[in-house]
């Protein structure tokens, strides 16, 4: 009989849950002629100016251990890129390189919650945020958001009545993966209003928050309303604006004061982000306008591909998304989403993600990520219209 020890672990890590969306994914991804749309990516690769400042760091031998918090010129890359964007003061001192988006959270998450503390996560979310919180042993709330005539809409009320006296921290993703949903300035004031009655801390994941559309230049931000002695984290990463997922680098934004506390973090975990990858960084915000807009421009093409081809079907309810690059829709008359996930991978040859693995409130949803060439979109889309009235 073989050996089996998850009885001798941490029961947080044993009960770390397994993504739903990457059983679909490992089900279908050596399907031949399939159109994976199940992932947060695009299908453009890094662009060579980028990977070129990688190679000459490596040429150059940059293949030591470096700064915790991140080289210095890419926290002052980090800072212009702010005051361009965000109009914050230029201060390199509140950035802090770190190996990904997702570390970004797990520090984040440490820092603010643990053992016996509440985590207030809008949802549907991405599942990672919650079991982030969990894997440290605090508990993640769900908040569930509703899908009505005016789109996704947070409860501001139903927020408020989820906070106890164990609550640490409110989790905020805007743009939102996988709703698509971005707070306004009057959410984010009233979601500010509403920490600050209660002492909470507010985790702000902006990782989409260059990817809206409909004439915006960027999505609405806690920067735009927060004071500086509000309790705000700010995580973000390079994988989505410059097609860079498979570089693994990040970054988070607090105030300096918590700069050692960051920096003890990043040195129990990574110990620090390599160089050359933080040079390729360096350029990626210098140098990446172009190739941002790019994205973006490709990303909103999708969207108005799958929005009007799926829409005229009859059977596809979804809200418009004005951010990120996912729809998230539900089909009449079905409502096992993993089932239906599977079944497009065998009848349609489209990955989609099913939307339980996005939480409460994502149960009869699948999430459709149209970050992809216009000729896989229009496709994938294709197959889909064709589906739905056949099976309808």
């Known amino acids: 009989m073989p050996l089996d020890f998850r009885s001798a672990i941490r029961s947080e890590a044993r009960q770390a849950p397994e993504s739903g969306i990457v059983g679909v ?49 890419l926290r002052a890359a980090l800072a212009r890129y702010h005051a361009r964007h965000y109009g914050i003061a230029d201060d390199p001192e509140r950035f802090f390189v770190v190996g990904s988006g997702m570390q970004a959270i797990q520090i984040a998450v440490a820092m603010v919650a643990g053992h016996g503390d509440e985590v207030i996560v809008p949802t549907p979310a991405w599942p990672n945020s919650a079991a982030t919180v969990e ?17 996704w809409t947070l409860d501001l009320e139903r927020l408020e009545a989820a906070v106890t006296p164990r609550t640490r921290a409110l989790f905020i993703n805007s743009p939102s993966n996988p709703t698509g949903w971005t707070a306004s300035l009057a959410d984010l004031t009233a979601i500010l209003a509403l920490a ?11 990782v989409y928050g260059r990817f809206v559309y409909d004439g915006a230049v960027r999505a609405p931000s806690f920067h735009d309303v927060a004071a500086p002695e509000d309790r705000i984290l700010y995580v973000n990463t390079f994988s989505k604006n410059w097609a860079m997922t498979g570089w693994r680098i990040g970054w988070i934004e607090a ?20 160089t050359f990858v933080q040079r390729a960084a360096v350029v990626a915000l210098d140098e990446g306008e ?8 490709r990303a909103d093409l999708g969207r108005r591909t799958v929005v009007d081809g799926l829409g005229g079907t009859g059977r596809v309810r979804f809200a418009r998304p004005t951010g990120a690059f996912y729809l998230y829709l539900a089909v009449d008359g079905e409502p096992d989403d993993q089932a239906l996930a599977y079944r497009l991978v065998d009848e349609v040859a489209v990955g989609l993600a099913p939307g339980r693995a996005f939480g409460a409130g994502g149960e009869g ?13 229009a496709e994938a889309t294709e197959r889909l219209v064709r589906w739905l009235r ?3």
């Not at 209660?198 to 902006?206: F, Q, R």
């Not at 105030?255 to 390599?274: H, K």
């Not at 172009?290 to 421009?297: L, N, P, S």
């Open 135 to 151: 894997v440290h042993g605090a508990k993640a709330v769900d908040v569930v958001m509703t899908l009505g005539n005016d789109g």
């Open 196 to 206: 600050r009655r209660h002492g909470l801390w507010i985790v702000s994941d902006e």
């Open 255 to 274: 105030d300096p004061s918590l700069g050692q506390v960051i920096e003890n973090l990043v040195q129990y975990s990574t110990s620090g982000v390599p």
């Open 290 to 297: 172009d190739f941002v807009a790019r994205q973006i421009a």
């Open 25 to 73: 994914f490992n089900y279908g991804r050596h399907r031949e002629g399939l159109i994976p749309l199940w992932v947060g990516e695009g299908d453009l690769p890094t662009p060579d100016f980028i990977c070129a400042a990688a190679d000459r760091s490596l040429k150059a031998g940059e293949t030591f251990y470096t700064y915790q918090r991140g080289i210095p010129d």
């Open 390 to 392: 056949k099976a309808g």
């Open 365 to 377: 949803y699948l999430r459709l990520c149209f970050a992809r060439s216009p000729d896989a979109i």
